[in-house]
C-alpha cells in the first residue's frame, strides 16, 4: 500500500521554479492532478503555461526528478496537457499581483 498522497507530491512539484517568472509550478497553476496508484506508480498531469516553452523538456523532466524524491515512489510518469489551457488566473493570488502588477 502506498502512502504517498497528492499533498506530498505537490509539495514535491512546489520545489521546481519556472525560471522565466521565478515562481513554482504549483503556485502558478500548472500542476492539475497527481493520481497515485497503489504500488506508488505516480502521474502528474500538468500544462505549461505556453505551446512553445523551450524549458519543456527540462521542466517535465525537473517535475519527474522532484516527485522520485519521494520516499517509497517507484514510476513517474509527467503528462503535460493543453486543456484546459492555463492561463493567469489560474494562479495564486501572488502570482498574478507580481505578473499582472
Known sequence: MCTITKEDVFAAVSTVIDPEV?????????IYDAIIEESC???VIMTLSTRGCPL??????WVREAV?????????????VWEPAWNISMADDNVKDALNG
Open 22 to 30: 521565478g515562481f513554482n509550478l504549483v503556485e502558478m497553476g500548472l
Open 41 to 43: 506508480n505516480i502521474k
Open 56 to 61: 519543456h523538456q527540462m521542466i517535465t523532466q
Open 68 to 80: 522520485e524524491k519521494l520516499e517509497g515512489v517507484d514510476v513517474v510518469e509527467v503528462e503535460v
